[in-house]
């Protein structure tokens, strides 16, 4: 069964600018979340989407937002970019069996901002 | 407010020794305790979870204790390797809600397995 995949995996903007990342989750998975991967902050939850809505949210700021596709495919966009934002985007995705709970990660996207 | 405090931030340990990496927790109402690993231009891997109504969980050479009165869990890496040297980070989330997969990680620990 294929992973998590990620693209695109670099990427380089510039302030002001807004960016998409995207996400395809491993097939069967409803849930994709995304989180931020920096060295000051660490990992960060940013939001999760389930059945095309979102379901959860982290402390970001509204310039971060996401969707997802019925194929469960998701996209994030980053909206008047900033240099604090250049990280490492991480995308998830979820499946809940039982009482056992299972997060896969992609490979995530490395953005960096000018 | 940082819920899950991980310990120590870096590690070096020799081949075959016991890797130990701690994490200590505030919200009581975790109840789903992740491990991840992750190598450099990667992203993070599941290595082994554990829930509270069990104190140890073992899968190979890695094991995961858990003290609920503590609010303290530990991964021990038994036998460590080379090929361990990597960033290991503990999780902790809310199980059988609607926020299970909103993660909280620790900062990380680096670890290096020397020859």
């Known amino acids: 069964k294929a992973g998590v995949t990620q693209t695109p995996r670099y990427l380089i903007k510039t302030r002001g600018q807004q960016v998409t990342l995207s996400c395809s989750p491993i097939?069967?998975?409803?849930?994709v979340s995304w989180y931020q991967q920096t060295p000051g902050q660490g990992l960060q939850f940013l939001f999760e989407?389930?059945?095309?809505?979102?379901?959860n949210k982290g402390n970001f700021p509204g310039r971060f937002s996401g969707r997802q596709f019925s194929n469960s495919r998701s996209e994030m966009n980053v909206s008047t970019l900033e240099l604090g934002d250049s990280a490492l985007y991480l995308c998830?995705?979820?499946?809940?069996?039982?009482?056992?709970?299972?997060?896969?990660f992609g490979p995530g996207t490395r953005l960096t901002v000018t | 407010q940082q819920q899950v405090k991980q310990s120590p931030q870096s590690l070096i340990v020799q081949k075959g020794g016991i890797s130990i990496i701690n994490c200590a927790y505030e919200?009581?109402?975790?109840?789903?305790f992740p491990w991840y690993q992750q190598f450099p231009g990667k992203g993070p891997a599941l290595l082994i979870a554990?829930?509270?109504?069990?104190s140890e969980k073992k899968e190979g050479r890695f094991t995961i204790s858990f003290n609920k009165s503590a609010k303290q869990f530990s991964l021990h890496i038994m036998d460590s390797q080379p090929g361990d040297s990597a960033t290991y980070f503990c999780?902790?989330?809310?199980?059988?809600?609607?926020?299970?997969?909103?993660?909280?990680f620790g900062t990380g620990t680096r670890l290096q397995v020397t020859l």
């Open positions: 097939s069967g998975h409803r849930s």
């Open positions: 554990i829930r509270p109504d069990v």
């Open positions: 919200n009581t109402a975790f109840d789903y």
């Open positions: 999780a902790a989330t809310v199980l059988n809600t609607g926020t299970a997969s909103k993660l909280t």
């Open positions: 998830a995705s979820s499946l809940v069996a039982g009482s056992s709970y299972e997060q896969y």
């Open positions: 989407y389930f059945s095309e809505t979102q379901r």
